[in-house]
């Protein structure tokens, strides 16, 4: 357990990088990247559309200038609708190429009403055995290109509710990325999940979430864009979330694989200075790993 740490890195989003138009501004790349690189990470997702190169020399290019490796990305796919099939074999198949020659390792699917993120439905049974049928495609892509397939539950996409995370988790095989927020904001106990579900865990997104905000989100008084401004996510440790609970429960079955502080972040006030901004909160989330959730992982 002592190589905890060496494991823990960060994600574009937490730099406030996210393609939803009026989100907030958007730091430079390069200033990213040697923020990113200056707190001892190594590796990153992809981010969003336009933060790294689109070609995968570019990206390996422009991470090589920091000391940086690409791990994979966030893609989101409509697996659920049969008419959508060959769109989202080709787009799967067009991610995948990417992250290979990228030199990634993880798939993140993301499971979407349609291709504009429409506000999702509970899937019949017929969705829902389709959905299982197109994890499996998707895993052999995956598999054919040396990547590993880990389904995201997400607000607002169809995987999103507990009960959501258990009809997947009963209809099929398929590996999870286990997002402590998006989990919590759905209902499902992260520290229960890493505990009942540890066998299907191969990628960790770290996020604390202040609850109190939820209901505003899911009732759809507020978008997600409205509540991450309102401080919905908190640096780890000062929410609502057992992130110690879930860390100490995959590390004590053996977990090897990345930590990745996802805390989602909008800048609504201009460019920060340097040293200054988002960099601030996710120094504080490291903080929090280093002194309150590395020590009990020794003595435990």
């Known amino acids: 357990m002592s190589d905890f740490l060496s494991r823990v890195a960060s994600a574009p989003i937490s730099w406030g990088i996210c393609e939803v138009p009026g989100w907030g501004a958007m730091l430079p790349t390069p200033r990213v990247l040697a923020e990113m690189s200056g707190l001892g990470m190594t590796v990153t997702e992809l981010g969003a559309p336009g933060f790294l190169p689109d070609d995968a020399a570019g990206v390996q290019q422009q991470l090589a200038e920091f000391g940086m490796s690409l791990v994979g990305g966030f893609t989101p796919l409509v697996m659920h609708d049969p008419s959508q099939r060959d769109a989202t074999i080709a787009e799967a198949q067009r991610v995948a190429r990417l992250f290979e020659a990228a030199g990634a390792s993880k798939f993140i699917s993301a499971i979407v009403t349609d291709w504009d993120w429409a506000s999702p439905h509970r899937a019949s049974s017929g969705e829902m055995a389709h959905m299982a049928e197109m994890f499996g495609i998707v895993d052999e892509i995956c598999g054919e290109h040396g990547l590993e397939q880990v389904v995201h539950s997400h607000v607002q996409t169809m995987i999103e509710s507990d009960e959501d995370v258990q009809r997947v988790l009963d209809a099929c095989d398929v590996h999870w990325c286990l997002d402590t927020g998006h989990l919590a904001i759905g209902g499902t106990d992260p520290v229960k999940f890493a505990q009942d579900a540890f066998d299907r865990v191969g990628h960790v997104h770290l996020k604390d979430v202040d609850l109190s905000k939820v209901g505003a989100l899911t009732s759809g008084e507020k978008s997600i864009m409205e509540s991450v401004q309102g401080g919905l996510f908190t640096p780890l440790g000062q929410g609502d979330v057992d992130i110690s609970g879930v860390i100490e429960a995959l590390e004590s079955r ?47």
Do not use: M
Not at 265 to 272: D, F, H, Q, V
Not at 282 to 289: A, E, I, R
């Open 254 to 300: 053996g977990y090897e694989g990345l930590y990745i502080i996802e805390q989602d972040t909008a800048l609504t006030s201009g460019l920060p200075g340097e040293g200054d901004g988002p960099i601030r909160e996710v120094v504080t989330s490291l903080d929090y790993l280093k002194g309150s959730v590395a020590p009990r992982l020794v003595s435990a």
